[in-house]
C-alpha cells in the first residue's frame, strides 16, 4: 500500500523526508550523467511528437504532477503535462492518472496535445472526477469515475439554485456548478451581475465578492436556495481577493494595489466578521502580487495562505487568529488542501527535460510536521 493513502501509517519525520527526497532525486541534476540526460532529451522530444503516447511515458518524463484532486471515496487524481522546453508552441503531451484509496494505479490515460493548449484541470466529487471546461462555455465538461470510466455529463443554461453537494467547477467566464446526484453543469441562480469571484461550500451556500464600479467598497454576499442571508463590506482602503468557504469558515484575502496585506474572515457562517492585518503571517514577503496567491480552508476550518513557489503559513487552530509558517521538505511550486491533508507539488518553474531535488508529490497529514513523498 502507498504510504500517500494507507490508513492509519505512522508518516515520517522532516529530515526523513528529505533524506528520501535526495535518494530518489539522484538522476536529477548533479546526479545525471552525459548519457543519461542525452537518453532522456532523446525519449521527451519522442514522445512529444507521438500521436498516441503511452501515459508511463507522460508521468516519468513529467516528473511531477501539475494537479492534484481527490474524490469521495479518497482516490486521486493526478494530471501530467509535457511541454515543449524551447519555445512556448508546439507538440506536448498530456496524461492523468488514478490512485486508488490503496494506493494502486487504477486507470491512466495520455494524449497528444499542443504547448499552448489549456492544461486540462479536473474536481473531485462523489463518485469520481469532473472535468473543468476548457474554454468560456460548459463544453468540454465531462465525468469520470473512480475507475476511469468517462461518463456524459448534461449540460444546460438554465439557473439552478445550489444545494448541499453541489460544486463550483468555473468561477468565471461563465460561472459553473456541478450537481453530482444528475451529472449536471448550469450556472447558478441569483448570483450578482457585478460578482468577480464565487465560492460554494458543502451547505449549497454561494459566496461572492460583488465589486461594483461605483465608489462603494467591495461586499462579500452569501447566498443558499435563492435567498439572501447577508452581506459584509470589505474595509477600506482594501479590495477584496480570492475567495473560499467551507464549513462555516469564509475568508477573503485583502489587497492594496499590487499586494496582499491580509484577510477578511468569518468562522461562524458569516455572523461576524474579523479583519486578519498580522497573525503571524509575514505578508510583506509575499512578493508575487495578489494573483499568486494560494488561499485555503481545511475541513476543520483552519486557513492555509502563501504563494506559489514561495512561503506558507496554515493557522494554529480554527478561530484563524494565529499562523504559523509552514516548513516544507523542499520548495513547492503549487499546494493544496482536500480534506485535512496537504498536497505539495515540487517541480521545475518553467519545462524542462531534467527533474528538481525532491521533484514529485508530497503529502502531510497533520498541518505539514510531517510529509510524505509519493513514490
Given at each position: 500500500?502507498?504510504?500517500?493513502?494507507?490508513?492509519?501509517?505512522?508518516?515520517?519525520?522532516?529530515?526523513?523526508?528529505?533524506?528520501?527526497?535526495?535518494?530518489?532525486?539522484?538522476?536529477?541534476?548533479?546526479?545525471?550523467?552525459?548519457?543519461?540526460?542525452?537518453?532522456?532529451?532523446?525519449?521527451?522530444?519522442?514522445?512529444?511528437?507521438?500521436?498516441?503516447?503511452?501515459?508511463?511515458?507522460?508521468?516519468?518524463?513529467?516528473?511531477?504532477?501539475?494537479?492534484?484532486?481527490?474524490?469521495?471515496?479518497?482516490?486521486?487524481?493526478?494530471?501530467?503535462?509535457?511541454?515543449?522546453?524551447?519555445?512556448?508552441?508546439?507538440?506536448?503531451?498530456?496524461?492523468?492518472?488514478?490512485?486508488?484509496?490503496d494506493g494502486a494505479t487504477v486507470a491512466q490515460h495520455a494524449e497528444h496535445?499542443?504547448?499552448?493548449?489549456?492544461?486540462?484541470?479536473?474536481?473531485?466529487?462523489?463518485?469520481?472526477?469532473?472535468?473543468?471546461?476548457?474554454?468560456?462555455?460548459?463544453?468540454?465538461?465531462?465525468?469520470?469515475?473512480?475507475?476511469?470510466?468517462?461518463?456524459?455529463?448534461?449540460?444546460?443554461?438554465?439557473?439552478?439554485?445550489?444545494?448541499?453537494?453541489?460544486?463550483?467547477?468555473?468561477?468565471?467566464?461563465?460561472?459553473?456548478?456541478?450537481?453530482?446526484?444528475?451529472?449536471?453543469?448550469?450556472?447558478?441562480?441569483?448570483?450578482?451581475?457585478?460578482?468577480?469571484?464565487?465560492?460554494?461550500?458543502?451547505?449549497?451556500?454561494?459566496?461572492?465578492?460583488?465589486?461594483?464600479?461605483?465608489?462603494?467598497?467591495?461586499?462579500?454576499?452569501?447566498?443558499?436556495?435563492?435567498?439572501?442571508?447577508?452581506?459584509?463590506?470589505?474595509?477600506?482602503?482594501?479590495?477584496?481577493?480570492?475567495?473560499?468557504?467551507?464549513?462555516?469558515?469564509?475568508?477573503?484575502?485583502?489587497?492594496?494595489?499590487?499586494?496582499?496585506?491580509?484577510?477578511?474572515?468569518?468562522?461562524?457562517?458569516?455572523?461576524?466578521?474579523?479583519?486578519?492585518?498580522?497573525?503571524?503571517?509575514?505578508?510583506?514577503?509575499?512578493?508575487?502580487?495578489?494573483?499568486?496567491?494560494?488561499?485555503?480552508?481545511?475541513?476543520?476550518?483552519?486557513?492555509?495562505?502563501?504563494?506559489?513557489?514561495?512561503?506558507?503559513?496554515?493557522?494554529?487552530?480554527?478561530?484563524?487568529?494565529?499562523?504559523?509558517?509552514?516548513?516544507?521538505?523542499?520548495?513547492?511550486?503549487?499546494?493544496?488542501?482536500?480534506?485535512?491533508?496537504?498536497?505539495?507539488?515540487?517541480?521545475?518553474?518553467?519545462?524542462?527535460?531534467?527533474?528538481?531535488?525532491?521533484?514529485?508529490?508530497?503529502?502531510?497529514?497533520?498541518?505539514?510536521?510531517?510529509?510524505?513523498?509519493?513514490?
Amino acid at each position: 500500500m502507498s504510504p500517500l493513502t494507507e490508513p492509519g501509517r505512522q508518516t515520517v519525520g522532516l529530515v526523513a523526508a528529505v533524506s528520501a527526497a535526495l535518494a530518489l532525486t539522484a538522476c536529477g541534476p548533479g546526479g545525471d550523467d552525459g548519457a543519461s540526460s542525452a537518453d532522456r532529451e532523446a525519449k521527451y522530444r519522442r514522445v512529444i511528437e507521438e500521436p498516441h503516447p503511452r501515459p508511463a511515458d507522460v508521468i516519468e518524463l513529467a516528473g511531477a504532477p501539475t494537479g492534484v484532486v481527490r474524490a469521495g471515496d479518497g482516490s486521486l487524481l493526478l494530471t501530467y503535462d509535457v511541454g515543449n522546453v524551447e519555445d512556448d508552441e508546439g507538440p506536448a503531451a498530456a496524461a492523468w492518472r488514478i490512485i486508488g484509496p490503496d494506493g494502486a494505479t487504477v486507470a491512466q490515460h495520455a494524449e497528444h496535445t499542443d504547448a499552448e493548449a489549456t492544461p486540462a484541470a479536473y474536481r473531485g466529487v462523489t463518485g469520481g472526477f469532473v472535468r473543468v471546461p476548457p474554454g468560456e462555455g460548459a463544453e468540454g465538461a465531462y465525468a469520470l469515475d473512480v475507475r476511469g470510466k468517462r461518463q456524459k455529463v448534461v449540460i444546460t443554461g438554465t439557473p439552478l439554485r445550489t444545494r448541499p453537494g453541489d460544486v463550483l467547477l468555473a468561477e468565471l467566464e461563465p460561472t459553473l456548478i456541478y450537481r453530482t446526484a444528475t451529472r449536471t453543469v448550469a450556472p447558478p441562480a441569483g448570483v450578482p451581475e457585478d460578482a468577480v469571484r464565487f465560492a460554494v461550500d458543502e451547505r449549497g451556500t454561494v459566496w461572492s465578492l460583488d465589486q461594483s464600479l461605483t465608489e462603494e467598497p467591495d461586499h462579500v454576499l452569501w447566498q443558499r436556495d435563492g435567498r439572501t442571508l447577508g452581506s459584509t463590506a470589505v474595509p477600506e482602503p482594501y479590495a477584496g481577493g480570492v475567495l473560499v468557504a467551507r464549513g462555516g469558515t469564509a475568508a477573503v484575502s485583502l489587497t492594496r494595489g499590487e499586494s496582499v496585506s491580509g484577510l477578511l474572515v468569518t468562522t461562524d457562517s458569516g455572523e461576524h466578521w474579523r479583519t486578519v492585518l498580522g497573525g503571524g503571517v509575514a505578508w510583506r514577503d509575499l512578493k508575487r502580487g495578489p494573483e499568486s496567491l494560494v488561499l485555503e480552508v481545511l475541513a476543520d476550518g483552519r486557513l492555509l495562505v502563501g504563494e506559489e513557489g514561495g512561503r506558507y503559513w496554515i493557522a494554529d487552530d480554527h478561530t484563524n487568529r494565529a499562523f504559523h509558517q509552514l516548513k516544507t521538505p523542499t520548495p513547492f511550486t503549487s499546494l493544496t488542501v482536500h480534506g485535512k491533508t496537504l498536497y505539495g507539488i515540487a517541480d521545475a518553474m518553467t519545462a524542462t527535460y531534467s527533474l528538481v531535488q525532491g521533484e514529485g508529490l508530497w503529502m502531510s497529514r497533520d498541518g505539514g510536521r510531517d510529509w510524505r513523498r509519493r513514490e
